[in-house]
């Protein structure tokens, strides 16, 4: 198993631009959450998905869209990047809940920068 | 509302020595709780876990964290660092059983002496 992989590893982009990162899981995980990583300030959950085509905001969703058309794919959407967006992006998946907690797979994360 | 403080944004021990990162949680109901570690240019990894079973969580790698709910503290420990221990240690809390949704701590950067 691949596990989380994402795509780019790394982006810059110019303010207004738009761009995709994308986030795929071949463990059969339903459930799929985006990340951003700022210094001092740990991982903050943007948007997550609890299976095919649902989806949530979480603490920090302004100036991202999501969608989930497949179990297996879970893209974040830039529609028009801003600096403030500079940042460490993750995806991660994890399973439906059961007995006990579930442990989240990360991705290797996304590097944006925008200028 | 769950959120998580590390106490120190920095730690820096000789290699051999003990190691304590601290974290402090608040939460409304019985929490998950849980370090994850971040090496250089690389994802995160689970270190360990706490979920309302025994209160001394032992890890990978000959970490462990005591889960004190008097102290709300969820302390990491080692007790020998070694140079492959540098990296970036984050507390972090289950917002819900399910595990998809984690409030982080803003991370202990752990630097190791030789």
């Not at chain 1, 799929?32 to 959950?45: E, K, V």
């Not at chain 2, 709780?33 to 690389?42: I, S």
């Amino acid at each position: 198993n691949a596990g989380v992989t994402q795509t780019p590893k790394f982006q810059v982009l110019k303010t207004g631009q738009s761009m995709t990162l994308q986030c795929a899981q071949d463990m059969n995980h339903e459930y799929m959450s985006w990340y951003r990583q700022d210094p001092g300030m740990g991982l903050r959950l943007i948007h997550y998905s609890v299976g095919a085509g649902i989806t949530d905001q979480g603490e920090v969703p302004n100036g991202y869209n999501v969608s989930r058309s497949t179990t297996e794919d879970f893209p974040l959407r830039l529609l028009s990047a801003a600096p403030s967006q500079t940042s460490v992006y993750f995806c991660a998946s994890t399973r439906r809940p059961g007995l006990g907690y579930n442990e989240q797979f990360f991705g290797p994360g996304t590097r944006l920068t925008v200028l | 509302a769950q959120s998580v403080t590390q106490l120190d944004s920095h730690v820096s021990v000789s290699e051999g020595t003990p190691v304590l990162l601290r974290c402090n949680y608040s939460s409304s109901y019985s929490p998950s709780l849980f370090w994850y570690v971040q090496h250089p240019n690389k994802g995160l990894q689970l270190l360990l876990k706490y979920t309302s079973a025994a209160t001394l969580v032992k890890g990978i790698n000959g970490f462990e964290a005591e889960f004190k709910k008097s102290e709300t503290s969820f302390h990491l420990t080692k007790p020998s660092a070694h140079m492959s221990d540098a990296a970036e240690y984050f507390c972090v809390v289950s917002v819900n059983n399910a595990g998809n949704m984690l409030t982080f701590g803003g991370g202990t950067r752990l630097m190791v002496k030789p």
